[in-house]
């Protein structure tokens, strides 16, 4: 301010001063977060940054914290009326949580979908989610697979980053509304699927374009600030 005001520059901030004055909104999940697989009369956490992380691209509403959940297994997760293909056909989700395989269907190295729906599915957990809170579920689980492996690392890492947004910015009502993302590395997805009816490496050895879905005996509680 000090040069401004030795060239000539008048203040136009706040109160006749050289600053503007404007407020934050500074979001993200707290290292202390982690999730709980409740397995018969013992449950194990698994903290958020390490084995698991939430997805800092939706942040989760505060309602669907600290209540244990039913989990069901839905293949990939995804819906293509063109393909006639809906991983939510005949299961009911409503207030469970879902747990879905990363990545689109494939079959003998080939997509099973057309582009749009590879386009809109591949890579996006958000179009994951959405279909899965449409279909009234309260949460969604992405095992993992090579490529989340691959830069497990990294995820890990971004998944701890704040977001800076203004106020005037900030969408209240759309993270009301937002249901938790948690994504889990190998020794997670293996833990979580012990002794159920498909374990994870069947799952993901077997790589079935449609895989059976079914409702896990174990269940599940986000824990997360």
Known sequence: SEELEKYGVLPYG??????????????GIRGESNVEFIKGDGSEAFQHGESVYYSSRSLPSNKFKNIEYDLVFAGYGVF????????YENIDVANKVVLVIN???MADGEEVLNNETVKK???????????????GAVGLIILSDQQIMRYWDYYKRFSKIKSYKLKDEFNFEEIENNIPVLFLNEETSISLLENEIQDYNSLIENNLPN???F???NKLKFNYE
């Open 80 to 87: 293509s009326e063109d393909d006639n293909y809906n991983s």
């Open 14 to 27: 706040d109160s006749g001063s050289y600053f503007q004055d404007f407020k934050m909104i500074v979001t």
């Open 121 to 135: 599915y591949k890579n996006s957990s958000t179009a994951k989610a959405e279909l899965a809170k449409n279909n």
């Open 211 to 213: 895989p059976k879905s």
């Open 215 to 217: 409702l896990l005996k």
């Open 103 to 105: 990545g689109t269907p």
